[in-house]
C-alpha cells in the first residue's frame, strides 16, 4: 500500500521563477493538504483540496495556488517566488475533509536563490 | 485566531533520561489532537488523542490529554540517540479539519 509521494524532493529556483510541485495521496484517500515548514519552524497550513475544488485556505498571497485531479493527486503551484518561499513543502493526505488518518509525504526541499 | 503552543522549544539530555514535551492549544470546535516525530523530512504519526485523561503508549513512548486545561504531554522514557528528532504537535478543528501545528520540540540525545 503505497503512501503519500511528492515529487521533486529537491528543487532550486531563481527569485520570479514559478514552480510545481506535486503530490499523490496514499491509496483510499481523497483529501489533500498542503504545508509549507520553513526551517526551526512547525508546518503552516496553505490549502486543502477536496474533490477537486478549494476547500480550506491558510494565510497565503495569491501567488499559491493548486489543483487536484479526478484521481485525487495535487499539485501545488508557487508564482513570482520571494526568496522566502525556501522550504519545505509537505503534502498530506487523508480521507475525507474530516482529516481522519492524516498521513505526511516526504515533502519537496525548495531553495530560492 | 487558532493557536498551538509547545515548550519548551529544544531539549538536551543523556541516554536513559526522561522527556516530558509540553503542547498547549486554542482551536475553535477542537477535536484530537495529534503527536508526530519529524527526524529529516515526513512527520510520522505517533498518537492521537481525543479524549481527556486516557493515556496512550507506545513502547517507551506516552501521551495523554487533559481537554479542561487543554494542552498534552508527550513523554520520553529511557531515551535513545535514535530519539533525537523533532516532536510536533498538532490540533484539528471539527471545523476545518486542517492540522494547526506548534513551533515543535527539537529533542537531542546525546550518548
Known amino acids: 500500500d503505497a503512501g503519500v509521494t511528492q515529487s521533486p524532493t529537491h528543487l532550486i529556483k531563481t527569485r520570479g521563477q514559478q514552480v510545481t510541485l506535486r503530490c499523490s495521496p496514499k491509496?483510499?484517500?481523497?483529501?489533500v493538504s498542503w504545508y509549507q515548514q520553513a526551517l526551526g519552524q512547525g508546518p503552516q497550513f496553505i490549502f486543502q483540496?477536496?474533490?477537486?475544488?478549494?476547500?480550506q485556505r491558510g494565510n497565503f498571497p495569491d501567488r499559491f495556488s493548486g489543483h487536484q485531479f479526478p484521481n485525487y493527486s495535487s499539485e501545488l503551484n508557487v508564482n513570482a517566488l520571494l526568496l522566502g518561499d525556501s522550504a519545505l513543502y509537505l503534502c498530506?493526505?487523508?480521507?475525507?475533509?474530516?482529516?481522519?488518518?492524516?498521513?505526511f509525504g516526504s515533502g519537496t526541499r525548495l531553495t530560492v536563490v | 485566531e487558532d493557536k498551538v503552543v509547545q515548550s519548551p522549544l529544544s531539549l538536551v539530555v543523556h541516554e536513559g533520561d526522561t522527556v516530558t514535551l509540553n503542547c498547549s492549544y486554542e482551536?475553535?470546535?477542537?477535536?484530537?489532537l495529534l503527536w508526530y516525530k519529524q527526524e529529516k523530512k515526513a512527520p510520522t504519526f505517533l498518537f492521537m488523542l481525543?479524549?481527556?485523561?486516557i493515556e496512550k503508549k507506545s513502547g517507551r513512548l506516552s501521551s495523554i490529554l487533559d481537554k479542561k486545561e487543554l494542552f498534552s504531554i508527550l513523554n520520553i522514557t529511557a531515551t535513545q540517540t535514535g530519539d533525537s528528532a523533532i516532536y510536533l504537535c498538532?490540533?484539528?478543528?471539527?471545523?476545518?479539519?486542517?492540522?494547526?501545528f506548534g513551533q515543535g520540540t527539537t529533542l537531542q540525545v546525546k550518548p
Open positions: 498530506a493526505s487523508s480521507f475525507t475533509a474530516t482529516g481522519v488518518g492524516y498521513t
Open positions: 491509496s483510499g484517500h481523497d483529501t
Open positions: 483540496y477536496y474533490e477537486e475544488e478549494e476547500r
Open positions: 482551536v475553535t470546535n477542537f477535536r484530537s
Open positions: 481525543t479524549s481527556s485523561g
Open positions: 498538532a490540533a484539528i478543528s471539527s471545523n476545518t479539519g486542517k492540522l494547526i
